[in-house]
């Protein structure tokens, strides 16, 4: 079965600290990648997301996630956070090329002291 | 360009009522799913639309839950009778139709229920 495993529930940060989510997933084939984020009161949104080519993919807001096709990986990572990146974050991944449903994470909650 | 909107966006209902939601997609797209989170789980998938065509229902709970997009635009999903289980936050996404390539999902804000 699909499914896509994210390491932390709960993550407590401060300010400048370098951010590290973890996200591993198993489906059967060439598969696209999503990080979505969720901030307090607001749409889940699209951070980035990797369909083909480079398996450096570099989001908004400073984001980035990298694609390890042989540890069915895509780590998010930050250097630098801001007390405004206090959110949910969801891996997420679908089948490649395709229109079908999206696979989610349980979430991880960034919390961000000042 | 208006993104995707649901109404409404909190419900309380009881045990036994009936709830309809509605979601909107963006102007144009013929994709339409829907998506449930439960307090504490992971967003799960529902149901796809195609145009006005169910493509996938595998994530539908069970019979209890009704969803349509009659005419290919909108779309509603009807909980009857509503159960203490169903309370969660009901998401609707939609993405263009196309024959190959990417295809990047928007989501709306979500509609909030609670079953007391």
């Known amino acids: 079965a699909q499914s896509v495993s994210q390491h932390n529930h709960h993550v407590i940060l401060s300010e400048a600290a370098s951010l590290e989510l973890g996200c591993n997933y198993s489906?059967?084939?060439?598969?696209?990648l999503f990080w979505y984020v969720q901030y307090p009161g607001q749409h889940l949104q699209l951070l980035l997301k990797?369909?083909?080519?480079?398996?450096l993919v570099k989001g908004i807001k400073g984001f980035e996630a990298e694609f390890i096709k042989s540890k069915f990986s895509f780590n998010l990572r930050k250097p630098s956070v801001q007390w405004s990146d206090t959110a949910e974050y969801f891996c997420?991944?679908?089948?490649?090329?395709?229109?079908?449903?999206?696979?989610f994470g349980s979430g991880t909650r960034l919390s961000i002291r000042p | 360009e208006a993104g995707v909107t649901q109404f409404p966006s909190h419900s309380v209902i009881e045990k036994g009522q009936t709830v309809t939601l509605r979601c909107d997609p963006i102007?144009?797209?013929?994709?339409l799913y829907w998506y449930r989170r439960v307090m504490g789980k992971e967003i799960k998938f529902l149901l796809h639309?195609?145009?006005?065509?169910?493509?996938?229902e595998s994530g539908m709970p069970n019979n209890r839950f009704l969803a349509e997009r009659t005419g290919g635009t909108y779309s509603t999903l009807k909980v009857q009778p509503a159960e203490l289980e169903d309370s969660g936050v009901y998401f609707c996404?939609?993405?263009?139709?196309?024959?190959?390539?990417?295809?990047?999902?928007?989501f709306g804000p979500g509609t909030r229920l609670t079953v007391l």
């Open positions: 996404a939609s993405s263009q139709l196309r024959a190959s390539g990417s295809n990047e999902q928007f």
């Open positions: 489906y059967g084939g060439t598969v696209n």
């Open positions: 990797y369909f083909s080519g480079d398996p």
């Open positions: 997420a991944v679908n089948m490649y090329s395709s229109a079908s449903k999206i696979i």
């Open positions: 102007s144009g797209h013929d994709n």
């Open positions: 639309f195609v145009k006005e065509s169910k493509q996938d």
